[in-house]
């Protein structure tokens, strides 16, 4: 399973975009690239998932160039709910175990 | 709908004290199963995963143990609890086979403090 790096800490505010940035350099060729989103005492939470390009729902924005050796999350219009740990995950998941590693994520702290 | 339970919610338990944490899932056959640990200001830690019945596969040493006595029941075990086994213990499903996108679906969790 691919390391990923990502920020530790961002601090945004109500009504601005936040662009969180992971960089995954060893990500090989089968590895899909997941957002999980946890708050305080719960668990983590689907975001989004992406293998190429750019990938939309209703909650955010996946970006991944070319190279695919990092992805930016985008998060249109944060509000204070949104604060939260963001976790980058890089793995194959073709396989059936389906093992998910997570690093230290990116605590964002949303200001009104 | 799929739901995944796990109890008891919080629980304070003595050094050297058993422990015995249950998870549950309704709404789907043959899932994959698994068990994480968050310490206070981590990240989580996988600890165990299941992809059936008695099959348990350990990701890191330690004096805990796993179990999956049915298709939709996982246990987390362990015969002395350590300080260092305080943490938020979070139990997770999946569906057995990959998709896209692939999710886990996370329990509410369990509060361990081990005093």
């Known amino acids: 399973l691919a390391k990923t790096t990502q920020p530790i800490s961002m601090d945004s505010y109500e009504g601005q975009e936040v662009n969180i940035t992971c960089s995954h350099n060893n990500i090989a060729t089968n590895d899909y690239i997941t957002w999980y989103q946890q708050f305080p005492s719960q668990g983590p939470r689907f975001i989004i998932q992406?293998?190429?390009t750019k990938v939309t729902n209703e909650v955010a924005s996946l970006f991944i160039p070319a190279d695919r050796k990092s992805s930016t999350l985008s998060l249109p219009r944060v509000s204070l709910s949104d604060t939260a740990v963001y976790y980058c995950l890089v793995g194959d998941y073709s396989g059936n175990t389906g093992k998910l590693i997570f690093g230290q994520g990116t605590t964002l702290q949303v200001k009104p | 709908s799929q739901t995944i339970h796990q109890w008891p919610a919080t629980l304070v338990q003595p050094v050297g004290s058993p422990l015995s944490l249950e998870c549950t899932v309704e709404g789907t056959s043959n899932p994959n199963l698994y068990w994480y640990r968050q310490a206070a200001g981590r990240g989580l830690q996988l600890l165990f995963y299941?992809?059936?019945?008695?099959?348990i596969s350990s990701e890191v040493p330690q004096n805990l143990s796993a179990s999956r006595p049915q298709d939709r029941q996982f246990i987390l075990s362990s015969k002395k609890l350590l300080l260092s086994d305080s943490g938020f213990y979070l139990c997770?499903?999946?569906?057995?086979?990959?998709?896209?996108?692939?999710?886990?679906?996370f329990g509410p969790g369990t509060r361990l403090t081990v005093t």
């Open positions: 997770a499903w999946s569906a057995p086979l990959a998709g896209e996108p692939y999710e886990q679906y």
């Open positions: 299941s992809v059936g019945i008695g099959q």
């Open positions: 992406g293998y190429k």
